[in-house]
């Protein structure tokens, strides 16, 4: 299949892309628990992150940051994976196993960037109240 090689061709790329991708979320994720850490201890902007703000409150900052960095490792590592079981598909003759690598890479694509989306919002988010209150 012509359209299969081609995709093998780029399979660097989108892993380049998708390891670039989740360097993007911890950084999102370190800026948001900052941002919210700054809008409960400084300003008392409790609706920056309500939730993480419960967390915080309760368990203080070191407990809720650690889960959320556990689970962003968590979730790199089934990434690679998913990586791994699928690129051996893109390699197998068969071509529907071909189709099934190459939907499930760009399936990981797509969530990493839906993760991003969300989170790059919450920063947004906690960016835009913390600067009301300054």
């Not at 309760?58 to 979730?75: N, R």
Request: proline share 3%; net charge positive; hydrophobic share 55%.
């Amino acid at each position: 299949m012509p359209g299969m090689s081609i995709f093998k061709k780029i399979l660097p790329d989108y892993k380049q892309f998708t390891e670039y991708s989740v360097y993007l979320l911890i950084l999102l994720i370190i800026i948001d628990v900052i941002s919210t850490y700054i809008g409960i201890t400084y300003f008392n902007a409790y609706e920056a992150n309500q939730k993480t703000a419960q967390l915080f409150n309760t368990f203080g900052l070191i407990l809720p940051s650690a889960l959320k960095f556990l689970i962003v490792i968590l979730f790199g590592y089934i990434i690679k994976l998913a990586w791994k079981n699928s690129e051996s598909l893109l390699y197998d003759p068969n071509g529907w196993m071909n189709s099934i690598g190459v939907i499930s890479s760009l399936n990981i694509i797509f969530i990493i960037l839906i993760l991003n989306v969300v989170y790059l919002i919450i920063v947004l988010n906690n960016i835009n109240i913390l600067y009301r209150f300054i």
